[in-house]
């Protein structure tokens, strides 16, 4: 009786370290620079002036309006125009514009692109005039075909977030991880729902190539938790 006591006190002792050593949380280290350090590595020059310039960054608008159900007031408050260009290619012409989306503290940055001149030597998307000017309804075609990699961005019309601050929401999703520490990437939109999302990343201690990636739907409060490579290995 004795021997089956003590059998049934060291499973139970077991049963009990065996728990303790799941619940250990693992540590990850990471270095938190500003906050918007992302926005260092993108460009804001200035826009271009000239006629044929201004005439599609004002399509442009009207098109990344119309596509996102914004009002005017809405771009006017939450939209920065930083940069724009037209770029002539191996199939033509095309126009660029790039800017930032701010909702609060949030501030993502976008660039959007679509072809306005298409080279009579082209031989892709032959559907398409050749060799002059497009205009709205060949340049919308062009953005839902994503032809000649035209694409303007979906962007949700949201103007309030779940966060009321950078901090805030990295915390949050710190806890959701689980782990002791994550450090801000980035703030950008996703491509297939519009949402504004918030990435982080750690690398976990004393783990060779072994590292946390999360992401933050700031409109919604979704969480998405990975463990991946830090790097590749070739």
């Known amino acids: 009786m004795r021997n089956i006591k003590n059998i049934l006190g060291l499973t139970l ?79 033509g012409t095309s126009f660029r514009i790039c800017y930032k989306v701010k909702i609060d503290w949030i501030i993502a940055y976008e660039c959007d692109q679509f072809i306005i001149k298409i080279d009579k030597e082209s031989n892709w998307f032959p559907s398409f005039i050749r060799d002059t000017y497009l205009q709205k309804n060949d340049i919308k075609n062009a953005i839902e075909t994503h032809a000649f990699s035209s694409d303007i961005v979906k962007l949700s019309n949201i103007d309030t977030v779940q966060f009321d601050s950078f901090q805030n929401a990295l915390e949050f999703l710190t806890k959701k991880a689980d782990v002791n520490k994550l450090c801000s990437r980035r703030i950008y939109i996703d491509e297939s729902t519009g949402n504004i999302l918030l990435e982080a990343w750690g690398e976990y201690f004393n783990e060779y190539n072994s590292c946390i990636k999360g992401r933050l739907d700031l409109i919604t409060g979704d969480t998405y938790i990975t463990d991946t490579n830090c790097f590749i290995i070739n």
């Open 13 to 91: 002792i077991c049963i009990i370290f065996s728990c303790e050593k799941v619940k250990i949380t693992r540590t990850v280290t990471c270095t938190q620079g500003s906050y918007y350090e992302y926005l260092d590595g993108y460009k804001i020059d200035s826009l271009c002036t000239d006629s044929i310039c201004v005439y599609y960054q004002n399509l442009w608008k009207d098109l990344f309006m119309e596509q996102n159900n914004l009002s005017k007031s809405y771009f006017e408050n939450n939209i920065e125009l930083c940069q724009s260009s037209i770029n002539n290619w191996a199939q």
